[in-house]
């Protein structure tokens, strides 16, 4: 009967339930209409006048989103409150700037490794932390991002270059492509990091490890008593988080021809917190929609100089505080009133509001 | 004894009791509030940067500024705590809320900082001036009077919580907050002063250290990650742990500093704090989940 049989099934399958595998229900014209926008858009781009600005900006916007996204996933979606994602950035660049720069490494070859290093660094840190209760991770990511910024300005020269980070790195090289063109390129490949790091990590999010992460956020005690390894599953988002971070920072530091040492000011993490806090904490387009947001105001507000600085600390206080869920939720919420044919399945994502233990909070 | 020692000791000693002293106010509001303060770092730059202002510009001299930057300090973390703690409390996701709220208030007070004031390095006058000389190692007054101000304030914690009304109050709510607010104890009113004192604390913490470290806006963020990893290692809301586990680090960081070099004393500390995670996940004086304070 075996292989008859067999066939027949292969034949007659059963339609999808779309509401068990989500990533279905994404059209394939959508996403792909948007990657040929995205390849198409800085052809028209280089017509105008402040193409190049715009294309630097996108190029900025990828590198951001890419890290907030890995941030989110592990902050948002997995509740681990690591603050070790601009260290683990600087660990992604430090080694790809370095290769090159001490040991003359190709940076198409070199950024491929610092992924791997910003992995290794995560998995030090992950081991002794991610089993114990979040307060602990905060309080040991921050001393991680300080020991990693002591080690950049004090450490060996071929990594401080006396305590102001590698400011001459070798940039990419695209053949003789130079000025319009030169970014063009550079815009693909932060684009082609972008649009990995955003599959994957929204495959990860509908992965039975994403469906495990999201229990364990939403109820440690009901997902541990199920037979979720909490440990494991924190460890291997965390290093999935990292990888991309390593990534981005990798690529970072070619693009900029070097990494400083201001990496590690505090800003920067207030900067990436804020995109994930505006643009929706633990929802998928959240972290992107709030890089978008963020790195285009800026352009605007850069003029306010330290005043910036003030509102941006005070916006993000007063949405966690009272706005926790961010545009991403008012922003579906809006699609589905006006623009989705009918009311669209409930979001896999699951706000910060909604109901924790209280026993194990933080 | 040797030089080096002596500088060893003293550094550790010094060290040790600004770090509880910090620990202190975050052991208190974790303790009680449960609250996970990211902001105490801002609180020391605010009640520094007041006694800064009341000694440059009204020409009052440090004695005055110092118990008006302690009290600006407290009112400042009454204010934070009144603005974007309060509304939270008891809410789902109350501790997302709260780590970036707090997160938030530390950038804006650093901004507001370099806007009101500047970047620049300022210098407050010590309280006491003066210094003599243990084995060619300079000891200085006020590093004398920080370190007894230190054992004092452990001392008076203790003792308020121990024997007022408000310190049994405080108590009560950090054990069981339904029970506490069964009893007839106001728990938001409590947990706005617990807020308040650790403010209060901080801001002490600011004045009398400035002397030593020079005062920039961010000059709260590294006593800060060390008060984190004191009250780690001394228990999460355990005030006793966060008074020894101050020496401990302090002195141990010194050592480091002074035999082996100023580059290895925060991977040093960072190591023992990782053995101590494996070894005593709650820390020296860890007491679970069922009493603290």
């Known amino acids: ?362 | 004894m040797s030089t080096q020692f002596v500088q060893a000791l003293w550094g550790g000693i010094l060290f040790g009791s600004v770090y509880g002293l910090m620990a202190l106010g975050l052991t208190l509001v974790w303790g009680a509030v449960r609250l996970l303060n990211l902001a105490h770092g801002a609180i020391f730059v605010v009640g520094s940067y007041v006694a800064y202002w009341v000694v440059s510009s009204l020409n009052l001299p440090i004695l005055v500024a110092l118990p008006i930057g302690v009290l600006a300090a407290a009112a400042f973390a009454y204010l934070m705590h009144l603005i974007f703690i309060r509304p939270v409390i008891g809410k789902p996701g109350f501790d997302n809320s709260t780590l970036i709220a707090t997160v938030g208030v530390s950038i804006a007070v650093s901004a507001a900082a370099i806007l009101i004031f500047n970047p620049e390095y300022k210098v407050i006058p010590p309280v006491i001036g003066g210094n003599f000389t243990v084995s060619e190692v300079q000891i200085t007054k006020q590093g004398l009077l920080v370190i007894g101000t230190s054992l004092a304030l452990f001392g008076l914690v203790y003792l308020f919580l121990t024997y007022t009304r408000l310190g049994m109050a405080i108590r009560a709510v950090s054990q069981q907050q339904e029970a506490a607010s069964l009893m007839a104890i106001p728990v938001v009113r409590t947990y706005g002063m617990v807020i308040a004192i650790s403010g209060a604390l901080a801001g002490l913490a600011g004045v009398l250290l400035s002397p030593f470290f020079f005062l920039n806006p961010n000059s709260g963020f590294n006593p800060m990650i060390q008060a984190l990893i004191v009250t780690i290692f001394g228990g999460l809301g355990s005030v006793r742990g966060a008074l020894v586990a101050g020496f401990v680090l302090g002195i141990f960081e010194s050592f480091i500093e002074v035999y082996y070099g100023v580059a290895w004393a925060q991977p040093g500390v960072f190591l023992l704090i990782i053995l101590m995670l494996i070894l005593r996940p709650n820390g020296l004086f860890g007491i679970g989940e069922v009493r603290r304070l």
């Open chain 1, 1 to 362: 009967m075996s292989a008859q049989t067999a066939a027949t099934v292969g034949l007659a399958r059963p339609a999808l339930d779309l509401a068990a595998a989500p990533w279905r229900r994404v059209s394939v014209w959508t996403v792909g209409g948007v990657v040929a926008a995205a390849i198409v858009l800085p052809l028209l781009l280089v017509r105008l006048d402040i193409g190049t600005y715009l294309m630097t900006l996108l190029i900025l916007f990828f590198v951001q989103a890419v890290v907030a996204q890995s941030w989110n996933l592990i902050m948002g979606y997995g509740g681990i409150y690591s603050f070790a994602q601009v260290a683990l950035f600087a660990v992604g660049g430090w080694t790809s700037g370095v290769l090159v720069h001490s040991l003359g490494w190709n940076p198409f070859l070199a950024i491929l490794v610092s992924p791997l290093v910003a992995v290794v660094a995560a998995l030090g840190i992950g081991l002794p932390t991610l089993r114990l209760r979040g307060v602990y991770v905060v309080l040991l990511t921050l001393a991680f991002h300080e020991l990693a910024r002591v080690f950049a300005v004090t450490g060996p020269r071929f990594i401080s270059g006396g305590g102001y980070g590698l400011v001459t790195v070798q940039t990419f090289q695209f053949g003789n492509a130079i000025g319009d063109q030169r970014t063009i390129y550079l815009y693909y490949l932060a684009g082609l990091i972008f649009a990995i790091a955003t599959f994957v990590i929204w495959r990860v999010i509908h992965s039975p490890l994403g469906v495990a992460m999201t229990a364990l956020r939403d109820s440690e005690t009901y997902a541990v008593s199920r037979g979720i390894n909490q440990f494991r599953v924190r460890l291997v988002l965390f290093a999935i988080s990292a990888f991309f971070t390593g990534l981005a920072g990798g690529y970072s530091t070619h693009y900029n021809g070097g990494i400083s040492t201001t990496i590690f000011d505090f800003p920067r993490i207030i900067d990436l917190l804020a995109m994930i806090v505006i643009g929706g904490w633990g929802t998928f387009g959240g972290p992107i929609l709030g890089a978008g947001l963020v790195i285009g105001l800026d352009q605007y507000l850069v003029a306010l100089g330290d005043y910036q600085t003030l509102i941006l600390g005070l916006a993000l206080a007063g949405i966690a505080v009272f706005a926790p869920q961010g545009l991403w939720p008012l922003l579906r919420a809006t699609y589905e009133k006006y623009l989705a044919a009918e009311p669209l399945p409930p979001a896999v994502e699951v706000s910060p509001a909604a109901p924790h233990d209280t026993t194990d909070e933080l």
